[in-house]
């Protein structure tokens, strides 16, 4: 039994606009995801703004209702379970936000945020509860003291810290970390990524990597699935992709990042245009109007379907089929 | 360093800002010069004065609370801090333009772009006593935006900042800044807020245009992929300081000061797995109070009794690079060294 499995994912939003609020069409943020991520392990999705990674996470811890197709936590499938039960499996899976100032209250102590699953979840009161929200600042690397004090008064790493404490308040399996770092400088960056890696082993959690920066996403996961509107466009094991991108939008999405080094590879292969809008996505493989290795109208008119191109490693793409 | 001519050098800029908890030296004594179709990238993280210092130089930085203690910015031979606003509305735009982080707010988004374009270009005429009639004006808005990448620049011109995507409406903001042909081009941070496809777009637009105009360009990142990809030398800012200046060979070669090194230690590499990142202890002090000597002491691995004491200054350490830190004071000339009186305080 995989401890993820995320079949057929949809998630469509209705546009409504102008008179009586008439639906104009829908948003497909999110459009038939699958994948399945093993315990203990670090998955990451990849992607621009637009192409449906942060509504993914949502829709996985149930933030969002899907559309359409199922997601398996241990079992159990999550898009089928009462309030009350939902509730109770939430306590297994925790979010971290992007923005560690506005994911915190400003006029909540931060042993009142912290704290406030332990008293939703399990009645905690007074010393018990001040004692673990301390044991859980002491795993994030925070000091007592810190507990007393408002989210002003601490760094942008340290507040990054808090929201992981508060994550990790109810002993989660699964942390789903959304952009965790790039509201961070990059000497804090490396701090908290040596961090949630030692937490990982230390607790034996499971990690679902979203964000933009592909530097990050190499260093922290073992898996990566790239999205582009809303769609996985290829999923391999991470030094696999990297190393061999498959994909015309992966090889692109990699020669695109500027390299700190002296010598930049004159191998850019550089997109034209912007990421169509998910509210028109294009027919037939929707990365058609921005590709450099189209091979025809098959293109343009019939969607890809997923191709192994070894094991581990599948690309949406015709060029691989 | 080289002996081109510089047009703009900066010399012990001083800025402090006044607060209710007191007085903020944010910028702590900054030089630098930037010479004839010269590419500088200033890195450094947030709160370092990178924008601060390019605010400076074009004088946007309002007073109060901004005080400039000390320091001066020469353009050619003129110091921008003496000039009257007057004068320095000739400068701005005219001869020095900037081009900043989020191009939604410096767009107006009640007016085309049309009509924004030719404010701007038929502004600069009247500073510099030409008439453009609004036929001229809009025929080179129209070449501006051919210039930059943008399709069908002659209808797009009619539409409105909200019907262009990101990418597009920094390019716009990029017509803008080259309208007045200027000499310096200052940009702050101009990719941070787009995706690295576009990113990658508009800095191979900023590289083109510098090949093609011959500009000098001062250029503000947090990412040393950035300023890698467009620069030729590059200043790194720590807490209102450059500590290290050379150019980009020699920063990924030879990285010197100890928070240089700190800072590429700290980005995961794309190409190839294994390192483990090492970042740097703590985070960025205080500017209200902050630490005496070197303002980096209390995150350096290589802290020295000097450290704490005495600030470094920028010193030649081998042709065109400059690194402010005394872990080579023995390289220095001796008159920069520090007195020994000094040393030997309790």
């Known amino acids: 039994m995989m401890f993820l499995e995320v079949q057929k994912l949809s998630k469509y939003f209705p546009l409504k606009a102008g008179f009586l609020s008439r639906s104009k069409g829908t948003v497909k943020a999110v459009r038939s995801v699958s994948f399945q991520v093993e315990a203990g392990e670090s998955y990451g999705i990849v992607g621009e703004s637009g192409s449906g990674k942060t509504t993914l996470g949502r829709t996985i811890l149930r933030l969002i209702t899907p559309t359409s197709g199922k997601i398996f936590f241990n079992g159990v499938n999550l898009c089928e379970l009462d309030p009350g039960m939902l509730r109770r499996l939430r306590r297994d899976m925790q979010m971290i936000f992007q923005d560690p100032h506005s994911s915190l209250n400003p006029r909540k102590t931060i042993i009142k945020s912290v704290g406030e699953p332990l008293v939703i979840h399990d009645h905690m009161r007074g010393r018990a509860l001040r004692q673990r929200v301390q044991d859980l600042m002491e795993i994030v690397g925070l000091k007592k003291e810190h507990m007393y004090r408002f989210p002003h008064e601490l760094s942008g790493g340290q507040k990054q810290r808090v929201g992981i404490a508060r994550a990790l308040a109810l002993n989660p399996k699964m942390l789903i970390l959304d952009e965790p770092t790039s509201a961070l400088d990059v000497s804090v960056q490396a701090q908290t990524l040596n961090f949630l890696e030692a937490l990982q082993e230390k607790m034996a959690l499971t990690y679902l990597f979203i964000s933009h920066n592909l530097s990050v996403i190499r260093y922290v996961c073992d898996r990566v699935a790239v999205m582009y509107l809303g769609r996985i466009v290829e999923e391999a094991e991470v030094n696999d992709l990297f190393d061999t991108p498959m994909h015309p939008y992966t090889k692109a999405l990699l020669s695109s990042v500027p390299l700190p080094q002296a010598r930049q590879p004159d191998t850019e292969i550089l997109l034209e245009g912007d990421i169509p809008s998910p509210f028109n996505i294009p027919s037939g493989c929707c990365f058609h109007t921005r590709c450099r290795e189209k091979i025809g109208p098959i293109c343009e008119s019939q969607e890809p379907e997923a191709v192994f191109t070894s094991s581990n490693h599948s690309v949406l793409c015709h060029l691989c089929g | ?346």
């Not at chain 2, 809009?138 to 262009?164: C, Q, S, T, Y």
């Not at chain 2, 191979?204 to 890698?228: N, T, Y």
């Not at chain 2, 920063?251 to 970042?279: A, C, K, M, Q």
Request: charged share 25%; with cysteine; net charge neutral.
């Open chain 2, 1 to 346: 360093m080289k002996t081109e001519a510089s047009i703009l050098e900066i010399k012990d800029l001083r800025i402090h800002f006044d607060t209710f908890d007191g007085t903020a030296q944010v910028l702590d004594g900054c030089s630098f010069r930037l010479g004839k179709g010269d590419t500088l990238g200033l890195v450094g993280e947030t709160g370092c004065g990178k924008s601060i210092t390019a605010k400076a130089i074009l004088g946007l930085l309002p007073v109060p609370p901004t005080r400039i203690v000390s320091g001066e910015i020469y353009f050619h031979s003129r110091d921008l801090l003496a000039v009257s606003e007057k004068e320095l509305e000739k400068i701005r735009g005219n001869q020095i333009a900037m081009i900043f982080q989020d191009p939604m707010t410096y767009l107006n988004p009640v007016f085309s772009i049309e009509k924004q374009m030719i404010d701007v270009i038929r502004g600069h005429a009247r500073h510099t006593h030409k008439t453009v009639s609004h036929k001229e004006a809009r025929e080179k808005a129209i070449g501006l935006l051919d210039a930059v990448n943008i399709p069908n620049p002659g209808k797009r011109i009619r539409e409105f900042p909200h019907e262009f995507s990101g990418g597009m409406r920094q390019r716009v903001l990029i017509a803008m800044a080259l309208a007045g042909d200027p000499e310096i081009l200052i940009a702050d941070e101009p990719t941070t807020a787009l995706d690295v496809t576009i990113q990658a777009q508009i800095l191979r637009l900023i590289r083109e245009l510098v090949e093609r105009f011959r500009h000098s360009v001062l250029l503000i990142s947090h990412d040393l992929g950035v300023v890698a990809a467009v620069c030729r030398r590059i200043a790194v800012m720590y807490a209102g300081n450059i500590v290290e200046l050379t150019t980009i060979e020699r920063i990924f070669e030879n990285p010197s000061h100890p928070y240089t090194r700190g800072l590429l230690r700290s980005i995961p590499n794309l190409t190839r797995r294994g390192d483990n990142l090492v970042g740097i202890q703590g985070s960025i002090p205080n500017f209200i109070e902050p630490p005496q000597g070197c303002r980096f002491h209390l995150r350096c691995d290589h802290a020295m009794d000097v450290c704490r004491k005495v600030k470094p200054v920028l010193n030649d350490i081998e042709a065109e690079h400059r690194v402010a830190c005394f872990l080579y004071e023995s390289s220095w000339p001796s008159t920069s060294r520090p007195k020994e009186g000094i040393r030997s305080l309790p």
